[in-house]
């Protein structure tokens, strides 16, 4: 999947206190120490971090975003028109332990009203991504939609002399459950860029998503509203201790 | 499929160090407060201690109200001699012997991968070498602990509970204290699965609605669960708090108490920060987010005296009354029954060590059960005492002793 254009933005913050902006519930899953809290608290913000922890349940991130695309203005004379304008977005995660113990009680809380899932695998261990046919499963059974929006991520890419599940055999799989791949490591420096286009991938596709688009003019909240399936949430308290949230808060689009 | 121990140097020859870790990493003293001035309530305590300690039998009973009241058991070298007593560990008994080499176990993988995370958790200054040797040392206590109880089942966080064992008692210590632990307080966290722990942590939105029903309130409508304690409860705090004196101190009040006593401090630290939930969004990502980091200034000595309040106030069969929980689906309380039971009569270590040079070393010799229970020392244990009790409890606890 080729990303678009405006996901090079996907650095740029929103204003935190925006109140229109639109949140994302991202559940990230797959097996234990493929790297889901390395992938996630880089692209939150921070740094590799070096003393990464098993985790234990669930921890949350989230990082606030924008990117392109069409929203409905009120104009007082024509009563509304769509226009391009950059849509403030927080994308929540919420970064799972693997270990089956957890999955099996602790994790399902989460699963609910969730609107994207990532996959994530070892590429140095196969067994991690043997797994994934029972990740699946258990997406299924959480009842997610058949089209919510997945994506496949066999990460540790930077061991390249120890890969064992190829691209060609990952790609396969990602392509039969109609999911875009990508490959990434976390330890890397440069691989900030790619894994964004992990999360900005999502958050496109659930901007185009079918279930998130809503009828064009939405009487109960008609400033900007794109429906019901999303929540507004009026921005009263940042949350608290979240060093991740990156400082810039100007728009890029 | 066989794991990578861990990651070595290429030649994989291990550096040999000192492993006394006692030799080179003490805590520094806790500070507290008391009308007397610090100093001199500290040595009033530790006094108090040692007497515990060196009375024949050991006078258990004030050796709990020692750990429970403020500063808990003040020095890593009182803890190597106490809480073998508090989990009535005879740690001159012979360990047993291995069924099995502990890479066969079906754990050993996963314990190695979050033992391998476990940086955090050392001593910030400790050399690479020394730091390895103590991982391997803890792969090897939880391991051995595993497959001496073939019914125990690791799990992510029990590894955080071991290496605070393993850095203040040692090694060998640490097997036969764990071992225990993981029989006892542990135990439900140790099945296969988690209901048990569910059920342990269904007690904890109940007592928080007895207390404050308005942050209940709040917290039920934002359904924000009791995940973001799970860490809490099945770490004893270990994976949760930055510093590793408040762990230790938070060690000694759990090993003195009932084992549910970590989620009644779990509802003692939701409710010491109200005013920071309120002040959150009513959905589940926000309150989970706030309540799952713990901030390093809580008070922590304020929030043991609240969770025993809340013990004393709530005791656990009532709240399983009302919460419709059963009581004793729980073997860890269950099980705590029979440690109580068995508590006492034990020898002081003086005289355990004699008894092992001598042939047999009988260790649990009799003796003549002693009343010396003080109610009030008891009152985190036994939970019928009622709210008389605690008027005493909370002057007793102003003080160090
Ligand atoms: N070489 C390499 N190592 C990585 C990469 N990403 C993560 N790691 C390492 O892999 C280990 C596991 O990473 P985590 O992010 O903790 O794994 P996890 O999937 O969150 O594991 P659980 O919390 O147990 O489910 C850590 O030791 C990381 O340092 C990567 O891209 N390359
Ligand atoms: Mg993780």
């Not at chain 2, 000694?252 to 970590?262: I, S, T, V």
């Not at chain 2, 003080?374 to 709210?387: E, R, T, Y």
Request: charged share 25%; aromatic share 8%.
């Amino acid at each position: 999947m080729e990303p678009g254009k405006e996901q090079a933005n996907g650095r740029g913050a929103t204003d935190p206190n925006d109140k229109n902006r639109r949140i994302f519930k991202i559940i990230v899953i797959g097996d234990s120490n493929v790297g889901k809290t390395c992938l996630t608290y880089r692209f939150c913000g921070g740094e590799f971090p070096e003393k990464t922890e098993a985790t234990i349940g669930v921890d949350f991130r989230e990082k606030n975003v924008t990117i392109e695309g069409e929203t409905v203005k009120i104009n007082p004379i024509i009563k509304w028109h769509l226009s391009l304008v950059c849509l403030p977005l927080q994308l929540q995660l919420w970064d799972t332990a693997g270990q089956e113990r957890f999955r099996k009680s602790m994790v399902q809380h989460y699963y609910r009203n969730v609107h994207a899932v990532i996959f994530v695998y070892d590429v140095t261990k196969m067994s991690t991504f043997e797994s994934l046919p029972t990740w699946i499963d258990e997406c299924d059974r959480h009842s997610l939609s058949p089209d919510t929006p997945r994506v496949l991520v066999g990460n540790k890419c930077d061991m390249a002399d120890r890969k064992v599940v190829t691209s060609g055999i990952a790609q396969k799989f990602s392509d039969a459950n109609n999911m875009p791949f990508f490959e990434t490591a976390a330890k890397l420096e440069e691989e900030g860029d790619k894994i964004n286009n992990v999360f900005m991938t999502l958050a496109h596709k659930l901007r185009d998503h079918k279930s998130m688009m809503p009828p064009p003019f939405d009487e109960a909240d008609s400033r900007d509203s794109r429906g019901k399936s999303i929540k507004l949430r009026p921005n009263k308290a940042e949350l608290d201790g979240d060093d991740d949230q990156p400082s810039d808060s100007s728009c890029a689009c | 499929m066989s794991a990578k121990r861990r990651q070595r140097t290429p030649n994989g020859k291990k550096t040999p160090v000192t492993t006394d870790l006692n030799a080179t990493y003490t805590p520094p003293p806790t500070a507290a407060k008391s009308p007397q001035g610090p100093e001199s309530a500290k040595k009033a305590k530790l006094t108090a201690i040692y007497a515990a300690l060196n009375s024949d039998p050991v006078d258990v009973a004030a050796l709990r109200k020692l750990a429970i009241s403020r500063g808990g058991l003040l020095t890593d070298e009182i803890r190597r001699k106490a809480w073998p007593k508090l989990l009535n560990v005879n740690v001159f008994d012979p360990p047993p012997k291995l069924k099995m080499p502990i890479e066969e176990h079906r754990d050993y993988n996963q314990v190695v991968l979050d033992v391998n995370r476990s940086l955090k958790r050392f001593p910030p200054g400790m050399q690479d070498e020394q730091r390895e040797v103590l991982q391997d040392q803890l792969v090897d206590v939880i391991v051995r602990v595993l497959i001496n109880n073939d019914q125990l089942h690791y799990y992510q966080g029990y590894h955080d509970i071991v290496v605070t064992f393993l850095l203040v008692v040692g090694k060998e210590k640490s097997f036969s204290l764990v071992d225990k632990l993981s029989t006892h307080h542990l135990r439900d966290f140790m099945d296969r699965t988690m209901d048990r722990t569910k059920h342990m942590l269904n007690y904890l939105l109940p007592i928080i609605r007895k207390a404050n029903p308005k942050l209940h309130d709040f917290m039920e409508r934002s359904e924000v669960g009791y995940v973001f304690a799970l860490a809490w409860l099945i770490t004893w705090y270990g994976h949760v708090l930055n510093d590793f004196h408040s762990i230790l101190r938070l060690y000694d009040f759990f090993l003195a108490c009932h084992p549910l006593m970590p989620v009644y401090l779990a509802a003692a630290i939701v409710l010491e920060r109200e005013a920071d939930v309120l002040a959150v969004e009513c959905d589940m990502a926000f309150v989970h987010s706030l309540l799952s980091r713990i901030p390093d200034n809580l008070p922590m000595e304020e929030l043991v005296i609240k969770a025993g309040d809340l013990f004393v106030q709530y005791p656990p069969h009532e709240m399983a009354k009302e919460a419709q929980l059963q009581y004793n689906k729980s073997s860890a309380i269950t099980k705590h029954k029979e440690l109580e039971g068995n508590l006492r009569g034990q020898r002081p270590d003086t005289v355990l060590r004699r008894l092992q040079g001598q042939a047999g070393g009988q260790a649990q010799a009799g003796s003549k059960q002693s009343n010396r229970v003080v109610k009030v020392a008891v009152w985190a244990i036994s939970a019928g005492i009622g709210a008389a009790a605690l008027a005493v409890l909370n002057s007793a606890m102003e003080f160090w002793v």
